[in-house]
């Protein structure tokens, strides 16, 4: 039901019409430009390139939805199961590279955005007023993310909480150095230092997100626990060259949700539900991670450029977002019967284009 406080868009000449996927501002998106954020969401539901060029280069988004709902060319399979992802990233994408856009989605504050469309009640609210409004819940969620993206900027500087600055431990990759950060919420991170750190190259670091099943419990249903072994021996044997790298290990289980949530997830993942349908089931964010902590924390120590040894799309954006020059190191991972539904999602869904050892 509309609420007078809520915040509605859909018309022309609505207040908020800048919410629109129809309002013509221009989206950057894999290296291309498209003139609305509809022209990138309709040209993903065919295979070829023709086609998505035949919308990219539509006139208006109008011109451009027509064409993704009538053009007789071979589309993506299981489109329902993706849309909803390809939507988010087209908006994330459209209100992160314009800043005005961004502050105006801040500026509603805690209000209900909704989608006022009068025929769509998947997208909007629907003539009832009663629609799923998945546009709009997007919105809300994309607002969050900025907002907590906003307050890890105004975090306090990260302090060290070690005794003498650093703590020397030894590992099974040569002894290494143990920093301890406290974020904003108290929660306290590491950063471990092997070797030689030389800020003028590009310094190696795998930036690893808490997986407490698999990298304490050797869980075989994710590739956490692999990575951050190959990122250890990696930077280990560039210390042995004299060089060195640098894991910065941020307590963000379960991609920012925590260990009992994703638990939680894990449980309508053994009913066939993937990653992203899980957590939105049981309603936390898909991915509720940014990484202006770990940027910090790089800059605290010098480091502008880095080799960043992951798979995620995401890390190098924030990275780069935050001014530090990346260049990726790609991490492969091997494949169980237990974890390639979850490697084929990561890949397939969210972008990190595995490199995989069978
Ligand atoms: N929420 C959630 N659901 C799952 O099914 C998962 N396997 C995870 N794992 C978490 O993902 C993070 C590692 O992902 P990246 O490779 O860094 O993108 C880590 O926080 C795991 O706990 N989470
Ligand atoms: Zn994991």
Redesign the pocket.
């Given at each position: 039901m509309k609420d007078s406080n809520d915040i509605l868009f859909y018309d022309e000449d609505g207040l908020f019409f800048e919410f629109s996927n129809f309002y013509p501002l221009p989206v950057k998106i894999d290296g291309a430009f498209w003139l609305t954020s509809e022209h990138f969401y309709q040209a993903q539901k065919f295979i070829n390139d023709s086609s998505k060029e035949k919308i990219r280069l539509a006139k208006t988004a109008e011109e451009a939805y027509l064409l993704g709902n009538n053009l007789q060319e071979s589309r993506v399979d299981n489109w329902e199961n993706r849309r909803v992802q390809i939507m988010e990233r087209a908006v994330y994408e459209k209100f992160s590279q314009h800043d005005f856009l961004k502050e105006k989605l801040l500026e509603t504050g805690e209000l209900l955005i909704k989608e006022n469309s009068p025929t769509d009640s998947f997208w909007g609210i629907g003539s009832d007023g009663l629609g799923k409004n998945v546009l709009g819940r997007i919105l809300m969620d994309i607002r969050n993310k900025f907002k907590n993206l906003e307050e890890a900027k105004q975090s306090v500087k990260p302090k060290w909480m070690c005794i003498e600055d650093s703590v020397e431990i030894p590992t099974e990759y040569g002894k290494m150095f143990f920093n301890v950060y406290m974020d904003h919420k108290g929660k306290e991170h590491l950063a471990i230092i092997s070797g030689n750190i030389d800020v003028d190259e590009h310094v190696l670091v795998r930036i690893?997100?808490?997986?407490?099943?698999?990298d304490v419990f050797k869980s075989s249903?994710?590739?956490?626990g692999i990575?951050l072994d190959r990122a250890f021996k990696f930077i280990g044997e560039e210390t042995q060259k004299g060089k060195g790298g640098i894991i910065l290990y941020m307590r963000?289980?379960?991609?920012?949700?925590g260990l009992g949530?994703?638990l939680r997830?894990?449980k309508f993942?053994q009913q066939g539900f993937d990653?992203i349908d899980?957590?939105k089931i049981i309603q936390?964010p898909v991915?509720d991670?940014n990484y202006v902590l770990p940027s910090q924390i790089l800059k605290s120590l010098g480091i502008n450029k880095v080799r960043l040894i992951?798979?995620?799309p995401?890390?190098i954006k924030d990275l780069e977002n935050e001014g530090i020059e990346v260049k990726r190191v790609k991490i492969n991972s091997s494949v169980t019967p237990f974890n390639k539904d979850?490697l084929s999602v990561?890949n397939n869904i969210?972008g990190?284009n595995i490199g995989i050892d069978y």
């Open positions: 690893h997100s808490e997986c407490i099943t698999g249903k994710c590739d956490c990575q963000d289980e379960g991609r920012g949700i949530n994703k997830a894990y993942q990653t899980a957590n936390t991915d991670r992951t798979n995620n995401l890390k979850y990561k969210m990190h």
